[in-house]
């Protein structure tokens, strides 16, 4: 009669070798896939703020242009209304910016 006591001992020792590499290589994606909806949630913030901001400052610059007595006052709302808008958008590039070319490996803010 075949023994086979000896094929089938180390089956256990390489079945938890293997079940804790798939357990670490399970908990290494969890955190990855934690961080990536992190800075998506973080990246869909700041372009829904962005868009708040545009839609204020076009309505304010409407108001303005309302508010305008004469040709001249025309001309200096539009020139505040372009600095402004140059201004936020300067601003908003930087902070997408900062936002997309944050390392993966530095934990996002809370």
């Known amino acids: 009669m ?20 798939c357990l670490v290589l399970l ?3 969890q955190r990855a896939l934690g961080r990536w909806f992190q800075g998506a ?31 001249e006052d025309v ?3 539009q020139w505040r209304f372009a600095t402004k808008t140059l201004e936020r958008g300067v601003g908003e590039l930087k902070s997408l910016s900062e936002l997309t070319l944050t390392p993966a490996s530095i934990e996002p803010k809370k």
């Open 75 to 77: 001309m200096n709302c």
């Open 27 to 29: 908990e290494g994606n």
């Open 41 to 71: 949630q973080a990246l869909s913030e700041e372009i829904s703020n962005s868009a708040k901001a545009r839609v204020q400052l076009a309505i304010e610059g409407w108001s303005a242009l309302a508010a305008c007595r004469n040709a």
């Open 2 to 21: 075949h023994d086979n006591t000896k094929s089938t001992q180390g089956e256990p020792e390489e079945s938890k070798t293997w079940e804790s590499a």
